[in-house]
């Protein structure tokens, strides 16, 4: 059974640093592209940012591009997205997922078929 844990969240001024971490079990990292994806209030969750199974390539939305950066541990099985320049607009409830590659060497963070969220973290940038 895949479980995600999401802890890290936190309130942040606006123009300061947040690392995000997320520790999945029931799978291995080296299998699956990696992916966050947030909600915004009154929104629906949006991928953000993504990591091809082999640790390789990534690709974020335009508007995070320059500002976070997704990685892993695949030893720890952990996930993570350091996130810098923190505007009010990243405000959400963070959550990681998982997908089957369905290219050879990239990835699309804005897709998913992932269905086995956890609770997920609350990041609230303020002005």
């Known amino acids: 059974q895949v479980h995600m844990v999401e802890p890290g969240g936190d309130l942040v001024q606006a123009g300061g640093s947040l690392r995000l971490s997320c520790t999945a079990s029931g799978l291995r990292l080296p299998e699956y592209d990696m992916k966050w994806w947030p909600q915004a209030p009154g929104k629906d969750r949006e991928g953000v940012a993504c990591l091809n199974r082999r640790g390789t390539w990534s690709n974020a939305r335009t508007s995070v591009k320059g500002r976070f950066t997704i990685s892993k541990d695949s030893a720890k099985n952990m996930l993570y997205l350091q996130m810098n320049n923190l505007k009010p607009e990243d405000t959400a409830v963070y959550y990681c997922?998982?997908?089957?590659?369905?290219?050879?060497?990239?990835?699309?963070?804005?897709?998913?078929?992932?269905?086995?969220w956890g609770q997920g973290t609350q990041v609230t940038v303020s002005n």
């Open positions: 997922a998982a997908d089957r590659p369905k290219f050879a060497d990239t990835c699309s963070y804005s897709t998913t078929q992932f269905d086995d």
